[in-house]
């Protein structure tokens, strides 16, 4: 067996190491700089309680984007050097977050061994690549990303850190071949137990859905489906789940080979970057499309984000979190029981809202990231919550999971044509989407992010907007010089959340102004960039009446988003005249 020694490193703090909404997240050059990665491990360490450590289990894969299988490495050797008994990581080093979450919570080692956490080595949405993004969190025992508590105790590591400790003469391990390694350390026996990424998450999905019925729905001859993994992780489990357990034909699949740059592209699943399934649903009006497939979804770099596409038609990630809890019970037999509750992160839009007073289910809104969800999850309060951010899922896992939500949707589409798949017409996305407006109401939502813009330029219009926030009836002044038909603004303020599980307090969790009608604009600073400041501007608008809910998006919302724009001075700040995104 080969024998390792622990050495001592010395090292300095060095600034920038403060984990943002979902882990840090930094350019690839930053993470290579000397100590770099190795600090914010040690920190990691350090934050824990020794049991978490010493002789325990953890996991260390991701989404495989470059720089991950270095990472692997210099983790490995320093899980070894603090006393880590076991490391566990996915073959060739990929687990999808979703999939990193269940093998916490789910998979039983050969010897008995559960895992305690997992570092997850992704930027998830951000582009990958040598010039590009690289990112690491810590999931905990409940398979869920750190708490505040424990993120701000690992940025206070890193400002006083001396000091970090790695296994320097451990060899690399092969993490291409499934199987144990074993070495000798001081403080005993160190394994290393390379398995294969899709086993444990395609059994729980197996656990969670009805796979016969989402089959049949498949070899419908009627029913067309395509997946969209943008050259993510999600293609890892893209073949097993769809192609050899459900029977989709190889050819619905596209981008599944996971790449450690994702094909030069940005493995975000919105309509601007997932352009190949956008053109394929026919949603690209300058390439029109004979006959698109009946559904369409895209995963970004970890698989834990998703869109959902019918043919020619766009659902909203917060419609499609509040279609899925309105049918959750009937169509997947996870749920059957019931469910215990929902949530949503503030930003989202309320038609969860709607569905919940309903069906008179408990209701929660949380700041944005999902490790909000995971106490409520915890105490049995939640089962299925979502994110405007293309973040859907449920309380199987502590992560948002985009194959499930995929899965969820099939699912829908499979109970609303039982005894239909033979028949003339299926029933489509778009009309389930359809005959939810009309049901609950519509809650048109769209969102402007300014990405990469001067991170001074970017605080200065969110102070602009709090101090507005001191004068409502100035407010309203100028927001009727604006547009004279909008309602009245009834609340501005900060969101401010109370964890109803451990009272913890979040303040400064985006700045609203809510309207008399209910409709809202949202203000954010999104915390998973990795230069400059990313501006997101959430706007809704609710529609109650039937003969209203058809319009398209962009023309209801239209004065609202004037309003939206001058209210903030968005161009005045930020030297922009358009978006980078709109979703
Ligand atoms: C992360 C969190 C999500 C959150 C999103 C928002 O997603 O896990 O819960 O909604 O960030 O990002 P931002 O702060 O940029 O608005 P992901 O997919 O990047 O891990």
Known sequence: ??????????????????????????????????????????ATFNALSADKVKGATIVVSGDGRYYSKDAIQIIIKMAAANGVRRVWVGQNGLLSTPAVSAV?????????????????????HNPGGPHEDFGIKYNMENGGPAPEGITDKIYDN????????????????????????????????????????ADDYVKLMKSIFDFESIKKLLASPKFTFCYDALHGVAGAYANRIFVEELGAQESSL????????????????????????????????????DNPPEFGA???GDADRNMVLGKRFFVTPSDSVAIIAANAVQAIPYFSDGLKGVARSMPTSAALDVVAKHLKLKFFEV?????????????????????????????HIREKDGIW??????????????????????????????????TFGRHYYTRYDYENVDAGAAKELMAHLIKLQSDISGVNKIIKGIHSDVSDVVQADEFEYKDPVDGSISKHQGIRYLFADGSRLVFRLSGTGSEGATIRLYIEQYEKESSKIGRESQDALAPLVEVALKLSKMTEFTGRSAPTVIT
């Open 1 to 42: 067996m080969v024998m390792f020694k622990v050495s001592r490193v010395e090292t300095n703090p060095i600034e920038g190491q403060k984990p943002g909404t979902s882990g840090l997240r930094k350019k690839v050059k930053v993470f290579k700089q000397p100590h770099y990665l190795e600090n914010f491990v040690q």
């Open 104 to 124: 916490i919570r789910e998979r039983v080692g050969a010897d008995g061994s559960k895992a305690s956490g997992a570092f997850i080595l992704t930027a998830s």
């Open 158 to 197: 890193t400002k006083t850190i001396k000091e970090y400790f790695i296994g320097e003469d451990l060899p690399d391990v092969d993490i291409s071949i499934v199987g144990l390694t074993s070495f000798g350390g001081p403080e005993g026996h160190f394994d290393v137990d390379v398995f294969d990424a």
């Open 254 to 289: 596209i981008n599944c080979t996971p790449k450690e740059d994702f094909g030069g592209g940005h493995p975000d699943p919105n309509l601007t970057y997932a352009k190949e399934l956008v053109i394929r649903m026919g949603l690209n009006k300058s390439k029109p499309q």
């Open 298 to 300: 895209a995963a970004d």
């Open 367 to 395: 700041p944005t990231g999902w490790k909000f969800f995971g106490n409520l999850m915890d105490a049995g309060m939640c089962s299925v919550c979502g994110e405007e951010s293309f973040g859907t899922g449920s309380d």
């Open 405 to 438: 939500a995929v899965l969820a949707w099939l699912s829908i589409l499979a109970f609303k044509n039982k005894g239909n798949l033979g028949g003339e017409k299926l029933v489509t996305v778009e009309d389930i989407v359809r005959q939810h407006w009309a």
